[in-house]
């Protein structure tokens, strides 16, 4: 029977405002780049699974600062080579750093609250796990979730990222449950779906942007609304 529901943050419950296709856009433009939506999806795709396979092996939280440009750099060439645009290291470090100066903010996604609104009447235990470099508790106020959250742990406080045992540990700590009694939910195979599975935590792929319509590593769902009917099935 499961008891606890973990959420990831970024592709789970939140994105950028303006999109990942906006900001680029607008900072590519600067250097005569053009892009296009379903490009940058595809860049995304491939540089997101980039970072989670990087931060397990070395976080990108922990390297100093010449090694977080390099990157950076390496992740913004992903995201073109996407569009089939082929940058160098240094004009990719250009093209990141105007990046980084184009207005966002992470919000939510429309179908967050209801889908939790209907695990808390469940009597669901719900938690968020991230690999933000933030308090947790502050995240979940700044993303509006406190009021829905248990609890929130992130790898600036347990210094551990996703897919590493420790901080899925935490969440279990927290939750006061057992591995087979918790669900994981996440978009990043690595971080979120192996991560979870490697301590005996039941993986839920959420696939917002279909990277992975033929995955059979753990239930596959395109919307949270698709997941207290999931549930049943345990």
Known sequence: M????FFDLYGTLAGFQPSRFEIQSEACATFGISVTPDGILRGYATADAYMAEQNAVMPVR????????????EYEKQVLNGCGVEVSTDQAMEIWRRIRQVPYQMERFDDVLPTMDI???QGLTLGLVSNMNQNGDELAETMGLTAYLDFAVTSAEIG????????????LDKAGTQPTESIHVG????????????VGINPVLVDRDGNH??????????????????LSAY
């Open 2 to 5: 499961i008891k606890a529901v």
């Open 62 to 73: 922990t390297r100093d600062r010449q090694g977080q440009r390099e990157f950076f750099a």
């Open 119 to 121: 695990l808390k009447q």
């Open 160 to 171: 551990s990222e996703k897919p590493h045992a420790p901080i899925f540990l935490a969440a």
């Open 187 to 198: 978009d990043q195979i690595t971080s979120d779906i192996n991560g979870a599975a490697n």
């Open 213 to 230: 319509p033929g995955t059979t590593l753990c239930p596959r769902i395109e919307t949270l609304m698709e997941l207290p009917a999931l």
